[in-house]
């Protein structure tokens, strides 16, 4: 009989033990969300390890910063601030970081034949969307700008880091990509860490790393963008991928009736207009991801759609003003449309 007692307690603490142990060994969602880059990012990583977790989260953070701090035109200084002070005059030195941007920003300008422009900034600047100080300015004004916008001008040393803007009143703005960047960064700080695991919204940039726990794929949902924040009209499988959204819902004003959103063609120098209303690409690489979403919503469907098939493991999905839903062919098992208002066209 003592020895059954005996027995029993013995199990119960092996349970017990066991019962620990395997709790220690458990996933748990751990989530924290940061403001920068003018958005909030939210950073959720499924790990064992709570202490790790915590540790890439404030590293990622900190490296947010210090490329917004590098890459900004909202503050009093920044290096990018310090290339458009000086354009017309003289070099600037950069970090490796904002030298690498510019880079591919100029590259991407070149690739999207000026739909993508990184010397917009004189422009975005005169519209002012997304300030207090938002309004459709006069035709002169435009005209009197819209000279300063030519990627060409944009001189990179890549063995010095130098950068030099050929006119004065030239302007850069990596608006438009250095959140690809930023997400793309913090990817990597977390695989340091040993993070298998992980979903990253950088204010409507996703960037995934891994799968699910489970093994099945993140289900991201495309944005409505006739719809209030948060109602989709799509749902996208992805793994260990970026997802990247550019849309005339985020930073607009109207007047008299006119929606007038943040993306300029710089043909124009007017809010672009090619028939589209939001453009997703998925793809490795969030910067990359970033500069073309951009790109495509400013060329429209037909060349932005040409641009997309002529580059390997890119994916897209372009929503049109008619409510018409273009996938392109590696994506189109891994979308559904979940909304009967649209229709998927091709
Ligand atoms: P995207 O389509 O990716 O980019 C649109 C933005 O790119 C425009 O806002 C404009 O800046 C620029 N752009 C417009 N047309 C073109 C074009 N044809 N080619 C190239 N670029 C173009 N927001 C704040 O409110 N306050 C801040 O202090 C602030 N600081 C920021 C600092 C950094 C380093 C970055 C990257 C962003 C910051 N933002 C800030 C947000 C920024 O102003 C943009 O609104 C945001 O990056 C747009 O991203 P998107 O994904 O909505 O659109
Ligand atoms: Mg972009």
Same mark, same amino acid.
């Given at each position: 009989?003592?020895?059954?007692?005996?027995?029993?307690?013995?199990?119960?603490?092996?349970?017990?033990?066991?019962?620990?142990?395997?709790?220690?060994?458990?996933?748990?969602?751990?989530?924290?969300?940061?403001?920068?880059?003018?958005?909030?990012?939210?950073?959720?990583?499924?790990?064992?390890?709570?202490?790790?977790?915590?540790?890439?989260?404030?590293?990622?953070?900190?490296?947010?910063?210090?490329?917004?701090?590098?890459?900004?035109?909202?503050?009093?200084?920044?290096?990018?601030?310090?290339?458009?002070?000086?354009? #017309?005059?003289?070099?600037?030195?950069?970090?490796?970081?904002?030298?690498? /941007?510019?880079?591919?920003?100029?590259?991407?300008?070149?690739?999207?034949?000026?739909?993508?422009?990184?010397?917009?900034?004189?422009?975005?600047?005169?519209?002012?969307? #997304?300030?207090?100080?938002?309004?459709?300015?006069?035709?002169?004004?435009?005209?009197?700008? %819209?000279?300063?916008?030519?990627?060409?001008?944009? &001189?990179?040393?890549?063995?010095?880091?130098?950068?030099?803007?050929?006119?004065?009143?030239?302007?850069?703005?990596?608006?438009?990509?250095?959140?690809?960047?930023?997400?793309?960064?913090?990817?990597?700080? %977390?695989?340091?860490?040993?993070?298998?695991?992980?979903?990253?919204?950088?204010?409507?940039? /996703?960037?995934?790393?891994?799968?699910?726990?489970? #093994?099945?794929?993140?289900?991201?949902?495309?944005?409505?963008?006739?719809?209030?924040?948060?109602?989709?009209?799509? /749902?996208?499988?992805?793994?260990?991928?970026?997802?990247?959204?550019?849309?005339?819902?985020?930073?607009?004003?109207?007047?008299?009736?006119?929606?007038?959103?943040?993306?300029?063609?710089?043909?124009?120098?007017?809010?672009?207009?090619?028939?589209?209303?939001?453009?997703?690409?998925?793809?490795?690489?969030?910067?990359?991801?970033?500069?073309?979403?951009?790109?495509?919503?400013?060329?429209?469907?037909?060349?932005?759609?040409?641009?997309?098939?002529?580059?390997?493991? &890119?994916?897209?999905?372009?929503?049109?003003?008619?409510?018409?839903?273009? /996938?392109?062919?590696?994506?189109?098992?891994?979308?559904?449309?979940?909304?009967?208002?649209?229709?998927?066209?091709?």
């Amino acid at each position: 009989m003592k020895k059954n007692i005996f027995l029993m307690l013995l199990i119960t603490i092996i349970a017990i033990l066991s019962g620990c142990a395997s709790n220690k060994g458990k996933n748990t969602v751990i989530k924290e969300e940061i403001y920068a880059l003018g958005t909030v990012i939210q950073i959720q990583i499924y790990d064992a390890d709570e202490e790790k977790a915590k540790k890439a989260i404030e590293e990622s953070e900190k490296r947010v910063q210090e490329i917004e701090n590098k890459m900004t035109v909202n503050k009093e200084k920044s290096e990018v601030i310090l290339i458009n002070e000086n354009s #017309g005059i003289n070099s600037v030195q950069v970090s490796p970081d904002t030298f690498y /941007v510019i880079q591919k920003a100029k590259k991407y300008s070149d690739l999207s034949g000026g739909a993508f422009d990184l010397t917009v900034e004189p422009i975005v600047k005169l519209w002012g969307i #997304g300030t207090e100080n938002a309004r459709v300015p006069k035709q002169e004004e435009i005209d009197a700008l %819209l000279g300063l916008v030519d990627y060409n001008d944009v &001189v990179l040393d890549e063995s010095t880091n130098q950068v030099k803007l050929n006119r004065e009143g030239q302007a850069i703005d990596l608006g438009a990509i250095a959140k690809g960047y930023a997400g793309d960064e913090v990817k990597k700080i %977390l695989k340091e860490h040993g993070i298998k695991t992980a979903f990253v919204n950088l204010g409507g940039n /996703v960037v995934t790393l891994g799968s699910k726990l489970d #093994g099945s794929p993140w289900r991201i949902g495309v944005q409505n963008p006739l719809d209030e924040r948060g109602k989709h009209i799509a /749902v996208i499988e992805v793994v260990d991928e970026t997802l990247v959204t550019s849309g005339n819902y985020e930073r607009y004003f109207i007047e008299d009736g006119k929606r007038y959103h943040h993306i300029i063609d710089p043909k124009t120098g007017y809010p672009a207009e090619a028939g589209i209303i939001s453009s997703t690409i998925v793809t490795n690489s969030s910067i990359d991801a970033d500069a073309l979403s951009t790109s495509v919503y400013v060329l429209g469907l037909e060349k932005g759609m040409e641009l997309i098939e002529s580059l390997e493991n &890119v994916e897209a999905v372009i929503v049109t003003e008619d409510k018409k839903i273009y /996938v392109t062919s590696g994506l189109k098992d891994r979308f559904k449309l979940e909304n009967e208002e649209f229709q998927l066209a091709n």
